[in-house]
């Protein structure tokens, strides 16, 4: 298997602009989690899924950000507008629950500068 | 709740010499405890898991963590350290609920001096 797949995995954008995370978890997983990382704040689950399905998206900062899963292939992590402070590696994991539990697998990250 | 944390946000070691990365655990039921490594400009690896079997397991790269339940500590060692440990790790814990989640402590980076 490939791992987990995430594009971009640079993205430099210009605030009020429209950001848009990618991630294709392994396959037969059934659990996915959206990670950001800061010097400041260390590792943050910002939201997971289960068979697709939301389950906790307490670590969402805030409205701005959104996160869609809609099939068990793919999931999207969308930040509108974006700003300055967004700023960050964005990683995302996936699990399979029962073939070894709590194992989670981590993509390369996506590196997001908000100017 | 869960949590987990590491002694230390900076570790600085001599190649050759005993690595020792603290964590302490809290958990209202039996733990599950992890250990993953962060290479520079990498997503977290796991480098070694203890699920309630032996309470010494091993792991990947000659790491080893010991589970002592009296302590509330999972530390992790390695005997002699070399240049390519240079990283950042994390201990965490399960949420032993139902779901796979589990909460990760805020790291340890570990320099290796030649």
């Known amino acids: 298997d490939a791992g987990v797949i995430q594009s971009p995995r640079h993205e430099v954008t210009e605030m009020g602009q429209e950001v848009t995370l990618r991630c294709k978890p392994i396959s037969g997983h059934d659990y996915l989690f959206w990670y950001r990382q800061t010097m400041m704040r260390g590792l943050e689950l910002l939201i997971y899924?289960?068979?697709?399905?939301?389950?906790?998206d307490s670590g969402m900062p805030e409205d701005r950000f959104s996160a869609k899963m809609p099939n068990a292939s793919f999931s999207t992590l969308k930040i509108q507008p974006s700003e300055p402070r967004d700023s960050a590696v964005y990683f995302c994991a996936s699990s399979s629950y029962f073939d070894s539990p709590y194992e989670q697998y981590f993509g390369p990250g996506t590196r997001l500068t908000v100017t | 709740a869960q949590s987990v944390t590491q002694l230390g946000s900076h570790v600085s070691v001599s190649e050759g010499a005993l690595v020792l990365l603290r964590c302490n655990y809290s958990s209202s039921v039996p733990p599950y405890l992890f250990w993953y490594v962060q290479y520079p400009n990498q997503g977290l690896q796991l480098l070694l898991k203890?699920?309630?079997?032996?309470?010494l397991v091993k792991g990947i790269n000659g790491f080893e963590a010991e589970f002592k339940k009296s302590e509330t500590s999972f530390h992790l060692t390695k005997p002699s350290a070399h240049m390519s440990d240079a990283a950042e790790y994390f201990c965490a814990v399960s949420d032993r609920n139902r779901d796979d989640k589990i909460i990760f402590g805020k790291g340890t980076r570990l320099h290796i001096l030649p």
């Open positions: 203890y699920t309630s079997a032996a309470t």
């Open positions: 899924f289960n068979n697709n399905v939301p389950i906790d």
